[in-house]
Nanobody
Framework: VQLQASGGGLVQPGGSLRLSCAAS????????MHWIRQAPGKGPEWVSV????????DYADSVKGRFAMSRDAAKNTVYLQMNSLKPEDRALYYC??????????WGKGTQVTVSS
């Protein structure tokens, strides 16, 4: 099982990034999937979740209205579109598989930095 996140980078405040998480070794559309981030010196913060069929998507209040999570079953990939980025969005973003009782697989993460 592997989760490879990509798409991070340096962006100015107000800018946008689209993160991708390519799954391999399993069929990701059989699982709820999450994005979780960790800022320097802080603990992990849950960002968003998407259900198996994509019909249920939820977000942390801190990103609601700015971020959009989606999935493409054919590509075995989940996405996080991040708009109106703020300096406080700076973090390492992880794609995480929901094993039902716990988060059972984490990707390596992709770094997002928001700075002018």
């Amino acid at each position: 099982v592997q989760l490879q996140a990509s798409g991070g980078g340096l962006v100015q405040p107000g800018g946008s990034l689209r993160l991708s998480c390519a799954a391999s070794g399993f069929n990701s559309d059989l699982y709820w999937m999450h994005w979780i981030r960790q800022a320097p010196g802080k603990g992990p913060e849950w960002v968003s979740v998407i259900s198996i069929d994509g019909g249920t998507i939820d977000y942390a209040d801190s990103v609601k209205g700015r971020f959009a999570m989606s999935r493409d079953a054919a590509k075995n990939t989940v996405y996080l579109q991040m708009n109106s980025l703020k300096p406080e969005d700076r973090a390492l973003y992880y794609c995480v598989r929901d094993g039902g009782t716990h988060m059972d697989y984490w990707g390596k993460g992709t770094q997002v930095t928001v700075s002018s």
